[in-house]
Protein backbone atom coordinates (compact mmCIF):
# COMPACT_ATOMS: atom_id res chain seq x y z
CA UNK A 1 0.00 0.00 0.00
CA UNK A 2 3.15 2.50 0.97
CA UNK A 3 4.72 1.49 -2.12
CA UNK A 4 1.37 2.39 -4.27
CA UNK A 5 1.13 5.62 -2.79
CA UNK A 6 4.88 6.40 -3.16
CA UNK A 7 4.79 5.64 -7.06
CA UNK A 8 1.39 7.59 -7.31
CA UNK A 9 2.88 10.61 -5.33
CA UNK A 10 6.16 10.04 -8.12
CA UNK A 11 3.91 10.10 -11.16
CA UNK A 12 2.19 13.52 -9.97
CA UNK A 13 5.49 15.18 -9.13
CA UNK A 14 6.43 14.42 -12.53
CA UNK A 15 3.18 15.23 -14.31
CA UNK A 16 3.40 18.30 -12.43
CA UNK A 17 6.82 19.04 -13.62
CA UNK A 18 5.89 18.25 -17.25
CA UNK A 19 3.07 21.43 -17.28
CA UNK A 20 4.80 23.64 -15.59
CA UNK A 21 7.88 22.89 -18.49
CA UNK A 22 5.34 23.05 -20.65
CA UNK A 23 4.11 26.16 -18.99
CA UNK A 24 7.31 27.65 -19.18
CA UNK A 25 7.93 26.56 -22.79
CA UNK A 26 4.94 28.39 -24.25
CA UNK A 27 5.02 31.32 -22.06
CA UNK A 28 6.51 33.48 -24.96
CA UNK A 29 3.40 32.24 -26.41
CA UNK A 30 0.76 33.06 -23.98
CA UNK A 31 2.41 36.51 -23.71
CA UNK A 32 2.24 36.93 -27.80
CA UNK A 33 -1.46 35.82 -27.62
CA UNK A 34 -2.94 38.40 -25.10
CA UNK A 35 -0.62 41.29 -26.51
CA UNK A 36 -2.55 40.20 -30.25
CA UNK A 37 -5.85 40.27 -27.84
CA UNK A 38 -5.13 43.58 -26.93
CA UNK A 39 -4.00 45.39 -29.94
CA UNK A 40 -6.94 43.28 -31.99
CA UNK A 41 -9.41 45.37 -29.48
CA UNK A 42 -7.78 48.58 -29.79
CA UNK A 43 -7.83 47.97 -33.98
CA UNK A 44 -11.43 47.03 -33.56
CA UNK A 45 -12.54 50.34 -31.86
CA UNK A 46 -10.46 52.50 -34.80
CA UNK A 47 -11.81 50.38 -37.89
CA UNK A 48 -15.54 50.68 -36.23
CA UNK A 49 -14.74 54.73 -36.26
CA UNK A 50 -12.91 54.45 -39.82
CA UNK A 51 -16.31 52.51 -40.81
CA UNK A 52 -18.39 55.13 -39.80
CA UNK A 53 -16.52 57.84 -40.97
CA UNK A 54 -16.45 56.25 -44.78
CA UNK A 55 -19.79 55.67 -44.51
CA UNK A 56 -20.32 59.34 -43.72
CA UNK A 57 -20.84 60.02 -47.41
CA UNK A 58 -23.51 57.56 -48.26
CA UNK A 59 -27.45 57.82 -48.02
CA UNK A 60 -27.72 54.89 -45.97
CA UNK A 61 -29.15 55.93 -42.82
CA UNK A 62 -27.50 56.90 -39.61
CA UNK A 63 -28.53 53.45 -37.29
CA UNK A 64 -27.64 51.13 -40.75
CA UNK A 65 -24.03 52.65 -40.70
CA UNK A 66 -23.75 52.08 -36.95
CA UNK A 67 -24.85 48.20 -37.41
CA UNK A 68 -22.23 47.76 -39.88
CA UNK A 69 -19.38 49.52 -38.06
CA UNK A 70 -20.40 47.12 -35.16
CA UNK A 71 -19.98 44.36 -37.30
CA UNK A 72 -16.75 44.66 -38.86
CA UNK A 73 -15.54 45.65 -35.40
CA UNK A 74 -16.69 41.88 -34.59
CA UNK A 75 -15.31 40.54 -37.22
CA UNK A 76 -11.90 41.81 -35.86
CA UNK A 77 -12.07 40.58 -33.18
CA UNK A 78 -12.96 37.23 -34.29
CA UNK A 79 -10.18 36.96 -36.87
CA UNK A 80 -7.84 37.59 -33.95
CA UNK A 81 -9.18 34.82 -32.07
CA UNK A 82 -8.43 32.89 -34.90
CA UNK A 83 -4.54 34.01 -35.00
CA UNK A 84 -4.57 33.46 -30.95
CA UNK A 85 -5.37 30.08 -31.84
CA UNK A 86 -2.88 29.70 -34.19
CA UNK A 87 -0.40 31.23 -31.74
CA UNK A 88 -1.13 28.92 -28.67
CA UNK A 89 -1.23 25.88 -31.47
CA UNK A 90 -4.61 24.67 -30.88
CA UNK A 91 -6.34 25.02 -34.15
CA UNK A 92 -6.38 20.84 -33.56
CA UNK A 93 -8.29 21.71 -30.75
CA UNK A 94 -10.57 24.38 -32.27
CA UNK A 95 -11.34 21.90 -35.48
CA UNK A 96 -12.68 19.34 -32.63
CA UNK A 97 -14.83 22.20 -31.08
CA UNK A 98 -15.90 22.67 -34.46
CA UNK A 99 -17.19 19.33 -35.34
CA UNK A 100 -19.30 19.40 -32.40
CA UNK A 101 -20.12 22.80 -32.83
CA UNK A 102 -24.09 21.75 -34.83
CA UNK A 103 -25.48 20.15 -31.42
CA UNK A 104 -23.98 22.91 -29.27
CA UNK A 105 -25.25 25.26 -31.75
CA UNK A 106 -28.90 24.49 -31.48
CA UNK A 107 -29.21 24.45 -27.82
CA UNK A 108 -27.78 27.91 -28.06
CA UNK A 109 -30.09 29.21 -30.57
CA UNK A 110 -32.54 27.72 -28.54
CA UNK A 111 -31.50 29.53 -25.36
CA UNK A 112 -30.58 32.61 -27.40
CA UNK A 113 -33.61 32.87 -29.36
CA UNK A 114 -35.35 36.01 -27.92
CA UNK A 115 -31.60 37.78 -27.90
CA UNK A 116 -31.39 36.62 -31.27
CA UNK A 117 -34.28 37.74 -32.79
CA UNK A 118 -33.70 41.47 -31.08
CA UNK A 119 -30.71 41.07 -33.22
CA UNK A 120 -32.21 40.52 -36.30
CA UNK A 121 -34.83 42.77 -35.87
CA UNK A 122 -32.58 45.22 -34.76
CA UNK A 123 -30.53 44.91 -38.66
CA UNK A 124 -34.07 44.86 -40.35
CA UNK A 125 -35.37 48.57 -37.91
CA UNK A 126 -31.71 50.10 -38.96
CA UNK A 127 -32.52 49.69 -42.95
CA UNK A 128 -36.17 50.57 -43.15
CA UNK A 129 -36.66 54.39 -43.87
CA UNK A 130 -39.81 54.55 -41.43
CA UNK A 131 -38.06 54.93 -38.41
CA UNK A 132 -34.91 56.23 -37.78
CA UNK A 133 -32.63 58.80 -35.36
CA UNK A 134 -34.21 61.96 -34.41
CA UNK A 135 -37.52 60.59 -35.76
CA UNK A 136 -40.86 61.31 -33.29
CA UNK A 137 -42.46 58.40 -33.43
CA UNK A 138 -45.28 56.27 -30.83
CA UNK A 139 -44.81 52.21 -30.32
CA UNK A 140 -46.40 50.37 -27.65
CA UNK A 141 -47.82 52.87 -25.87
CA UNK A 142 -44.28 54.97 -25.63
CA UNK A 143 -43.74 57.92 -27.26
CA UNK A 144 -40.20 59.96 -27.40
CA UNK A 145 -37.83 61.22 -30.02
CA UNK A 146 -35.36 57.81 -31.44
CA UNK A 147 -32.12 58.42 -30.31
CA UNK A 148 -30.47 54.88 -31.29
CA UNK A 149 -31.38 51.75 -32.61
CA UNK A 150 -28.96 49.11 -31.86
CA UNK A 151 -28.82 45.20 -32.78
CA UNK A 152 -30.76 44.79 -28.81
CA UNK A 153 -33.29 47.87 -28.25
CA UNK A 154 -34.44 51.39 -29.88
CA UNK A 155 -33.87 54.01 -27.26
CA UNK A 156 -36.58 56.68 -27.17
CA UNK A 157 -36.48 59.84 -25.18
CA UNK A 158 -39.55 61.00 -23.97
CA UNK A 159 -41.24 64.33 -23.05
CA UNK A 160 -40.41 64.27 -19.71
CA UNK A 161 -36.33 63.66 -20.65
CA UNK A 162 -36.40 59.70 -19.54
CA UNK A 163 -35.44 56.81 -21.94
CA UNK A 164 -37.45 54.09 -22.78
CA UNK A 165 -36.00 50.97 -24.26
CA UNK A 166 -37.49 48.87 -26.30
CA UNK A 167 -36.80 45.86 -27.42
CA UNK A 168 -36.31 45.44 -31.38
CA UNK A 169 -38.65 42.63 -31.85
CA UNK A 170 -41.81 44.45 -30.28
CA UNK A 171 -41.07 47.77 -32.27
CA UNK A 172 -40.87 45.48 -35.55
CA UNK A 173 -43.59 43.42 -34.91
CA UNK A 174 -46.02 45.95 -33.60
CA UNK A 175 -47.44 49.31 -34.97
CA UNK A 176 -45.09 52.40 -35.64
CA UNK A 177 -46.75 55.80 -35.63
CA UNK A 178 -43.76 57.97 -36.85
CA UNK A 179 -44.91 61.93 -36.59
CA UNK A 180 -42.09 62.89 -38.21
CA UNK A 181 -42.77 60.98 -41.76
CA UNK A 182 -44.28 64.17 -43.22
CA UNK A 183 -43.78 67.95 -42.96
CA UNK A 184 -47.16 69.05 -41.03
CA UNK A 185 -49.11 67.38 -38.12
CA UNK A 186 -53.14 67.77 -37.99
CA UNK A 187 -54.23 69.59 -34.47
CA UNK A 188 -57.55 68.14 -33.51
CA UNK A 189 -59.68 69.47 -30.65
CA UNK A 190 -63.13 69.34 -29.31
CA UNK A 191 -65.50 72.16 -27.38
CA UNK A 192 -68.72 73.10 -26.55
CA UNK A 193 -71.03 76.51 -26.62
CA UNK A 194 -74.33 76.81 -25.00
CA UNK A 195 -77.70 75.79 -26.90
CA UNK A 196 -78.56 79.50 -27.07
CA UNK A 197 -75.13 80.59 -28.71
CA UNK A 198 -75.54 81.59 -32.13
CA UNK A 199 -74.13 78.95 -34.07
CA UNK A 200 -72.64 80.32 -37.47
CA UNK A 201 -71.54 83.10 -35.11
CA UNK A 202 -69.30 81.01 -32.98
CA UNK A 203 -67.69 79.27 -35.85
CA UNK A 204 -66.72 82.26 -37.51
CA UNK A 205 -65.01 83.38 -34.29
CA UNK A 206 -63.19 80.27 -33.91
CA UNK A 207 -62.29 79.70 -37.61
CA UNK A 208 -60.88 83.47 -37.78
CA UNK A 209 -59.57 83.54 -34.53
CA UNK A 210 -57.62 80.53 -35.44
CA UNK A 211 -56.73 81.70 -38.48
CA UNK A 212 -54.87 84.84 -36.78
CA UNK A 213 -52.99 83.00 -34.36
CA UNK A 214 -50.70 80.47 -36.13
CA UNK A 215 -48.44 81.93 -38.98
CA UNK A 216 -48.42 78.39 -40.82
CA UNK A 217 -52.64 79.28 -41.55
CA UNK A 218 -52.70 81.51 -44.70
CA UNK A 219 -56.94 81.42 -44.53
CA UNK A 220 -59.59 80.97 -42.86
CA UNK A 221 -60.88 78.29 -45.41
CA UNK A 222 -57.98 75.98 -44.20
CA UNK A 223 -59.85 76.13 -40.61
CA UNK A 224 -62.43 72.81 -40.54
CA UNK A 225 -65.49 73.54 -38.27
CA UNK A 226 -67.71 70.73 -37.17
CA UNK A 227 -70.74 70.38 -35.43
CA UNK A 228 -70.85 67.17 -33.61
CA UNK A 229 -73.60 66.36 -31.46
CA UNK A 230 -75.99 67.91 -29.43
CA UNK A 231 -74.93 67.12 -26.02
CA UNK A 232 -76.74 67.05 -23.23
CA UNK A 233 -75.82 70.45 -21.39
CA UNK A 234 -74.13 71.78 -25.05
CA UNK A 235 -73.46 71.37 -28.68
CA UNK A 236 -70.23 70.12 -29.74
CA UNK A 237 -67.70 71.73 -31.97
CA UNK A 238 -64.30 69.79 -33.11
CA UNK A 239 -61.65 72.06 -34.70
CA UNK A 240 -59.12 70.75 -37.17
CA UNK A 241 -56.15 72.93 -39.00
CA UNK A 242 -52.48 71.94 -39.88
CA UNK A 243 -49.27 73.37 -38.04
CA UNK A 244 -45.50 72.92 -39.56
CA UNK A 245 -44.45 70.70 -36.90
CA UNK A 246 -42.99 66.53 -36.65
CA UNK A 247 -43.28 66.89 -33.17
CA UNK A 248 -46.19 65.83 -30.82
CA UNK A 249 -45.15 67.44 -28.11
CA UNK A 250 -45.82 70.68 -30.48
CA UNK A 251 -49.06 69.58 -31.59
CA UNK A 252 -50.00 69.62 -27.97
CA UNK A 253 -48.63 72.92 -27.89
CA UNK A 254 -50.50 74.64 -30.43
CA UNK A 255 -53.58 72.65 -28.97
CA UNK A 256 -53.09 74.23 -26.04
CA UNK A 257 -52.66 77.98 -27.58
CA UNK A 258 -55.62 77.04 -29.45
CA UNK A 259 -57.86 76.64 -26.67
CA UNK A 260 -56.54 79.82 -24.78
CA UNK A 261 -56.93 82.11 -27.86
CA UNK A 262 -60.57 80.58 -27.98
CA UNK A 263 -61.34 81.01 -24.36
CA UNK A 264 -60.42 84.96 -24.57
CA UNK A 265 -62.41 84.91 -27.92
CA UNK A 266 -65.71 83.13 -25.89
CA UNK A 267 -65.26 85.55 -23.39
CA UNK A 268 -64.58 88.90 -24.63
CA UNK A 269 -67.98 87.83 -27.12
CA UNK A 270 -69.90 86.53 -24.05
CA UNK A 271 -70.32 82.46 -25.52
CA UNK A 272 -70.65 80.34 -22.77
CA UNK A 273 -68.73 77.35 -22.91
CA UNK A 274 -71.06 74.87 -20.27
CA UNK A 275 -70.52 72.65 -18.03
CA UNK A 276 -72.39 69.34 -17.12
CA UNK A 277 -75.57 70.55 -14.85
CA UNK A 278 -78.13 68.28 -13.52
CA UNK A 279 -82.03 68.75 -13.30
CA UNK A 280 -84.24 67.91 -10.64
CA UNK A 281 -88.04 67.21 -11.14
CA UNK A 282 -89.64 66.86 -8.07
CA UNK A 283 -93.24 66.17 -8.05
CA UNK A 284 -96.59 68.38 -7.01
CA UNK A 285 -97.32 66.99 -3.73
CA UNK A 286 -93.35 66.65 -2.73
CA UNK A 287 -92.90 67.88 1.16
CA UNK A 288 -89.07 69.37 1.87
CA UNK A 289 -88.38 68.09 5.11
CA UNK A 290 -86.16 70.90 5.72
CA UNK A 291 -88.40 74.09 5.17
CA UNK A 292 -91.31 71.99 7.07
CA UNK A 293 -88.89 71.68 10.25
Known amino acids: MILRLEKAWEEMIKRLASWLDSLIINLPNFIIALLVFVVAIFISKYVSKLTLKLLEKSSMQRSMKSVIAKIVSILVIFGAIFLILGILDLSKTFNTILAGAGVAGLAVGLALQGALTNTYSGIVLSYIKQIKYGDWVESNGYAGEVISIDLRAVTIRQTDNNLVYLPNKIVLENP ?118
Open 176 to 293: IKNFSSTAQSRVIFTCGVGYSSDLEFVRNLVKKTIAESFESINSEEEVIFLYTEFGDSSINFETRFWIDSTSALQVLKAKTEAMIVIKKAFDEHNINIPFPIRTLDFPKDFRNPIKES
